[in-house]
């Protein structure tokens, strides 16, 4: 399917993007039943560099775009998560691959993007988060522990494999990941980086769409505390975490008059403002709202404004079609939430009623559009992050 006809469907299966993952016991069961994925295998990566010629490295997570057809129980099957099979069918993940990293691409970088069987988001959120299922949590974190197993296989294959450069020196990385990813990136980074070798390669890690805590950072002092949130945009190997919404604080602060309550912002969440680089703590508020004016430019690829005239996206060098819009929404960390200004609506075309649902009906919830929103301020931290990384001195 061409690139051009695939939004149509992106339409109906990035509500989705909605649905991740939530505090897994990685580690905790024993899944004999999924096979792992083999990394070697070429076919096994969405993005895997012919030439990588370039000095730094992206390691990229998708979010979700599986949720199984099948009514998912107490007892953890294969329909828990996304096959080999169908991922390499699936068209919105080479959609969600570049649409997000592009962001990446003007820094110089080599972009590498696993498959991996992802686990269907919509039954791990209600099992583990909302709890409208919590007889399925233990078949839910079977699931992730499926996708987990399946990120740090692909990792631990780049890194003896794919991150070297002419010398046989490894080159600095990017850790970046949205959403069902960037909750995988976590645990990839809570579990693997005690090791002082990597965090010294580390540029950064976007953990975008998904929450860090302060739980977390207390539960890996040798990982996750070293690593630190980023408070600075040139701060290198630190951590980047935001959810934008309209609301400030946790998940169970956003209304949804359909089920309840709706988002992904956890308690005690730090949150990391894409238009001012400041980073607040848990419960803290950022002094000042940035102004709209501090957005350097939205960029919607097709598919992701549906109820917009659809003549409004034009072709880029990519071979994707795109919207821009400059200065589109200021923000506000507030109570680990990336608040977008509520009393500026979404100007046209791109306001929340062109938006895919659900965030076309619930007002107030952003998520699907992390990167969207910010995406110029995102590339351009990119660039600044990797220029101050090159400019620190090596022993």
């Not at 979010?63 to 699936?90: E, I, R």
């Not at 690829?301 to 060098?317: E, H, V, W």
């Not at 506000?332 to 100007?347: C, D, E, H, K, R």
């Amino acid at each position: 399917m061409s690139k051009q006809g695939v939004w149509a469907r992106v339409t109906v299966l990035l509500i989705v993007l909605a649905l991740m993952m939530v505090g897994c016991s990685c580690g905790r069961f024993s899944v004999s039943t999924a096979t792992p994925t083999d990394y070697s295998q070429a076919q096994n990566w969405v993005m895997l560099p012919k030439d990588a010629s370039q000095s730094v490295d992206v390691f990229f997570l998708y979010p979700t775009t599986y949720a199984s057809k099948q009514t998912l129980t107490s007892t953890w099957t294969p329909d828990w998560n996304q096959a080999p099979a169908h991922a390499f069918a699936d068209p919105v993940i080479p959609w969600q691959v570049s649409s997000k990293t592009g962001v990446f691409t003007k820094a110089g970088t080599n972009i590498y993007v696993p498959y991996y069987q992802q686990s269907s988001g919509i039954d791990v959120l209600n099992a583990l988060l909302w709890q409208s299922t919590p007889q399925n949590a233990n078949a839910a974190n079977q699931a992730m522990q499926v996708a987990y197993n399946d990120v740090a296989s692909a990792f631990d294959y780049y890194l003896a494999h794919y991150n070297k450069d002419t010398y046989g020196t490894a080159r600095p990385f990017i850790l970046a990941a949205h959403s069902q990813g960037s909750n995988l990136l976590l645990y990839l980074l809570q579990r693997k980086f005690s090791d002082p070798a990597l965090r010294k390669l580390l540029v950064a890690a976007y953990v975008i769409g998904w929450s860090i805590t302060s739980d977390d950072m207390r539960s890996y002092p040798d990982s996750l505390q070293l690593l630190g949130i980023c408070a600075a945009k040139e701060q290198t190997g630190c951590m980047v975490t935001y959810n934008t919404q309209q609301t400030p604080g946790d998940w169970s602060q956003v209304p949804d008059s359909s089920r309840g309550k709706m988002g992904l912002v956890k308690k005690n969440a730090y949150s990391v403002n894409p238009l001012t680089w400041t980073s607040t703590g848990p419960g803290a508020i950022e002094p000042a709202a940035a102004p709209a004016t501090a957005n350097l430019g939205a960029v919607f690829y097709k598919g992701s404004l549906p109820g917009a005239n659809q003549g409004i996206f034009t072709l880029n060098q990519a071979g994707d079609y795109t919207y821009e819009m400059n200065n589109y929404t200021g923000a506000q960390s507030n109570n680990g939430a990336l608040v977008i200004n509520p009393a500026a609506p979404l100007p046209a075309p791109a306001t929340y009623q062109n938006l895919l649902p659900p965030y076309n009906t619930l007002p107030g919830w952003y998520h699907g559009y992390d990167y969207t929103f910010f995406y110029r301020n995102l590339e351009q931290n990119v660039i600044d992050r990797v220029m101050a990384y090159k400019a620190q001195p090596r022993p």
